[in-house]
């Protein structure tokens, strides 16, 4: 490549860029003004000028000078005559206007959309849609941001404060590959939360249905009462003869009470 070639490019790589960074101009302008005043109705003011009768919403700290005094809008009387200096500031914003005859929407998520336009592929960040004047028509009719989705056909008149970010294919599939794998981290949150809450109420159910199980095998299985083994007919034995030696003392007691 030629030097001469050379510093072609690098000087328009210089206006492209100082263009692109450069900021708002403000240039202010201040002109004097005959007046006469023809009715005043508090910050409301008729006025006669050279251009001719103008009704003017005079602001509180805009100052008229009558006779060499400065007064504000609230001490003007009809047919007072002074002079008004008025001072205008104008304010210049570069901005970038870029028209979309025909393009795709490739992405759409919350930091902006992404069109591929048969001039290459150009993403928009939200902020600058939704604080620009953007016109976006879709099948004829004009949508909303919020109403696109991937894979719309538009024509669109975008006007950013920067120019849109030019992307290669490389950086377009990277992005299409992160929406997919959000969408999926977000589905396999909200299934694993379901998971969890069913293996929970589950065991909760299984005790549910245990417990009566088991108080109903209580009730069955319960052995009945036995002697044990060491045990003997003794004791009855005894019992018996102590029952008999009282019947014994008794019929003899009742006998001598009879012979007496």
Known sequence: MSRSMSGVILAAAAVWLTAAAAPAQTTTS????????????????????????????????????????QLSVHQLKAGMKGTATITTRTTLVPVT???????????????????????????????????????????????????????DRLSATIITSLPPKV???????ASLAAAPAAARSASAGASGSTRSAAPAAAPAATSARAEPAASSGQASSAPA???????????????????SLAMGLALTVWRRHAVQ
């Open 167 to 173: 992307l290669t294919e490389k950086e377009v599939n």
């Open 225 to 243: 009462r036995t002697l044990p083994k060491t045990a003997s007919s003794w004791p009855l034995v005894a019992l018996a003869s102590l029952l």
């Open 30 to 69: 201040s002109e004097t003004k005959n007046f006469e005043v023809l009715a005043v109705d508090g910050n409301q003011l008729d006025v006669r000028l050279p251009e001719g009768t103008k009704e003017l919403s005079v602001p509180d700290d805009f100052r008229f000078t009558v006779n060499g005094q």
């Open 97 to 151: 206007v870029t028209e979309i005859k025909n393009g795709t929407v490739v992405v759409k998520s919350s930091a902006g959309i992404i069109v591929r336009t048969p001039e290459g592929v150009k993403s928009f960040s939200q902020s600058d849609v939704d604080k620009r004047g953007v016109k976006i028509v879709r099948d004829g009719k004009f949508v909303e941001v919020a109403e696109l989705r991937e894979g």
